[in-house]
């Protein structure tokens, strides 16, 4: 079996985990790397479309199942076309199976269930703190460095982001469950964030990109079904061309690729500057909802976008050379 693939740009061919130190020098944004940041942009951006279609006759632990079965389904199909490695260690597997909890089930499983308590301007702000706890985590787990310049970027994107969807956050009542559904989404963002320091940790083993998402997935898809088991859903599908249309979007579109793109910018640009990200998702939702809902741009939120920009800009620019 032929493993030129694993040599491709989505599948780093990096063997000796200490050759990728911590502390390297950020990568160069070219081409490729603009474009697999664009595109996880984009891609994540309009899947709150998908999201918003499955919501009402299938549970949402079962629409999030049939995601990532499907989503896994057409990634072990990617490998086993391309040649991709699938034996690892015993050690390795550990590590997917903690890639699909964080990123291939619980995370969502937050963030689904803590929007039905919290406003989803608060959600989008929650989430794009990922920018923030990766850049932490980071410093933590893998000693990284963070130029001042993406630490101010990141907090500025936040503050956009916040004040964006200020209106529906400050109209929102914070009772009881109100908190209990922010503390779900701020859960969900660190098992997000977790999940970037596992695949990072993944890739600099020498695992391809691929083979490991496809084991992390169908992981992530045993614990999901193991969910939806214990609380009894109904294994069905809404036979409507919109929740079938959505449901192939999010598993092919908003897993396969898009997770494919924001990881391999996790291993090129590092978790900091590739969890800004987060900050753009709902400019681009609001972009879309303005040309497809009629969304009415106010001062405030024009200014939020600004400062969500000029964060982008400072993380990433790269830093001018030294003399």
Same mark, same amino acid.
């Given at each position: 079996?032929?493993?030129?693939?694993?040599?491709?740009?989505?599948?780093?061919?990096?063997?000796?985990?200490?050759?990728?130190?911590?502390? &390297?020098?950020?990568?160069?944004?070219? *081409?490729?790397?603009?474009?697999? =940041?664009?595109?996880?942009?984009?891609?994540?951006?309009?899947?709150?479309?998908?999201?918003? &279609?499955?919501?009402?006759?299938?549970?949402?632990?079962?629409?999030?199942?049939?995601?990532?079965?499907?989503?896994?389904?057409?990634?072990?199909?990617?490998?086993?076309?391309?040649?991709?490695?699938?034996?690892?260690?015993?050690?390795?597997?550990?590590?997917?199976?903690?890639?699909?909890?964080?990123?291939?089930?619980?995370?969502?499983?937050?963030? =689904? =269930?803590?929007?039905?308590?919290?406003?989803?301007?608060?959600?989008?702000?929650?989430?794009?703190?990922?920018?923030?706890?990766?850049?932490?985590?980071?410093?933590?787990?893998?000693?990284?460095?963070?130029?001042?310049?993406?630490?101010?970027?990141?907090?500025?994107?936040?503050?956009?982001?916040?004040?964006?969807?200020?209106?529906?956050?400050?109209?929102? *009542?914070?009772?009881?469950?109100?908190?209990?559904?922010?503390?779900?989404?701020?859960?969900?963002?660190?098992?997000?964030?977790?999940?970037?320091?596992?695949?990072?940790?993944?890739?600099?083993?020498?695992?391809?990109?691929?083979?490991?998402?496809?084991?992390?997935?169908?992981?992530?898809?045993?614990?999901?079904?193991?969910?939806?088991?214990?609380?009894?859903?109904?294994?069905?599908?809404?036979?409507?061309?919109? =929740?079938?249309?959505?449901?192939?979007?999010?598993?092919?579109?908003?897993?396969?690729?898009?997770?494919?793109?924001?990881?391999?910018?996790?291993?090129?640009?590092?978790?900091?500057?590739?969890?800004?990200?987060?900050?753009?998702?709902?400019?681009?939702?609001?972009?879309?909802?303005?040309?497809?809902?009629?969304?009415?741009?106010?001062?405030?939120?024009?200014?939020?976008?600004?400062? &969500?920009?000029?964060?982008?800009?400072?993380?990433?620019?790269?830093?001018?050379?030294?003399?």
């Amino acid at each position: 079996m032929s493993h030129a693939a694993d040599r491709a740009d989505l599948l780093p061919a990096q063997k000796d985990p200490a050759a990728a130190t911590a502390n &390297a020098a950020p990568a160069r944004l070219d *081409g490729t790397t603009l474009g697999l =940041y664009i595109a996880t942009v984009f891609l994540w951006g309009v899947s709150w479309i998908g999201i918003r &279609a499955q919501l009402g006759v299938v549970a949402p632990e079962m629409s999030v199942l049939w995601r990532f079965l499907l989503a896994a389904a057409c990634t072990w199909g990617w490998v086993v076309v391309s040649g991709m490695r699938v034996r690892f260690p015993a050690a390795d597997h550990l590590r997917f199976f903690g890639v699909g909890c964080c990123l291939f089930s619980f995370n969502f499983l937050c963030f =689904y =269930y803590g929007g039905l308590t919290v406003p989803s301007g608060l959600l989008s702000v929650v989430f794009s703190l990922a920018s923030i706890f990766n850049m932490v985590l980071g410093i933590v787990i893998f000693r990284q460095r963070v130029d001042a310049r993406v630490a101010l970027g990141a907090v500025l994107g936040a503050a956009g982001i916040g004040l964006l969807f200020w209106p529906e956050i400050a109209g929102a *009542g914070f009772n009881a469950g109100a908190l209990w559904g922010l503390g779900l989404c701020v859960l969900g963002t660190l098992f997000f964030c977790s999940g970037n320091m596992i695949s990072t940790v993944v890739q600099r083993r020498g695992a391809p990109l691929i083979s490991a998402n496809a084991w992390a997935m169908t992981y992530g898809s045993l614990i999901l079904l193991a969910i939806n088991l214990l609380r009894g859903n109904e294994f069905i599908i809404e036979p409507t061309f919109k =929740y079938i249309g959505s449901l192939v979007y999010l598993a092919i579109g908003a897993s396969v690729l898009a997770f494919a793109s924001y990881l391999t910018l996790l291993r090129r640009l590092g978790p900091a500057r590739a969890g800004y990200t987060t900050v753009l998702f709902p400019i681009v939702a609001l972009a879309v909802s303005t040309a497809v809902e009629g969304y009415v741009w106010t001062p405030l939120a024009v200014i939020g976008v600004v400062f &969500a920009l000029i964060g982008n800009v400072l993380v990433l620019r790269r830093p001018a050379a030294k003399a």
